[in-house]
């Protein structure tokens, strides 16, 4: 029996290594000279300093930027600690009023706007850190974002445009556009809100984007 135990054991530490640690380490390293950005974060920098990931969302409050999904982490939006959906039904009343309260944010924000509103700038994802929005979801916000930055709809839609990702190999996925990367545009080349916007003065240019 004791020959049997002393087996066990010496198999249990084996395989510790082997999976617990070698291949975790040697999986690392191959990812860190094959792919050093994606394994190190998608990590975005500016001015040296990293000002966020193209893998996880940020607030972006005031009218002058892209608005990204509904984030339902609790009472910080995008909390990377605290990822989660709001787990309410979707025919509750719960999760109809608070879909409510989205359309009518962006109503207020762009009442000149009667296009349909998409889907995804009033439905939180699983996760509350998505990144991305649908080229369908940027082009609507478009006209806002002109309007308050005095920039002409044409150079704003042309910069989403630029933004778009294609689907994985054409296959796999949906097309998106990441918001903080789109933000970044906008603020390399717009320095004013419009005089009549009252939200004051955007980042210079090159400076990283500033999260209400």
Sequence with gaps: MLRELRASLRMLFALTLVTGVFYPLAVT??????????????????GGSVIGS?????????????????????ATRYDAGASAGSNLAITGPAW?????????RLRDADPGNAAAVPADLVMASG?????DISPAAAAYQVARVARVRGLEGGQVRRL??????PRLLGVFGEPCVNVLALNRDLDA???????????GTLSSPGAPVRRP
């Design 127 to 131: 996760s509350g850190l998505d990144p």
């Design 160 to 165: 989403v445009e630029r933004r778009v990702q």
């Design 29 to 46: 390293g191959v990812a860190r000279l094959a792919f050093p950005r994606r394994a190190g974060g998608s990590l975005l920098v500016s």
């Design 96 to 104: 109809w009023d608070s879909v409510v309260r989205r359309v009518a």
């Design 189 to 199: 080349i717009a320095i004013r809100f419009a005089p009549d916007s009252g939200s």
């Design 54 to 74: 193209e893998l996880l969302g940020q607030s972006f409050g005031d009218p002058g930027h892209f608005w990204g999904r509904p984030s339902s982490t609790g």
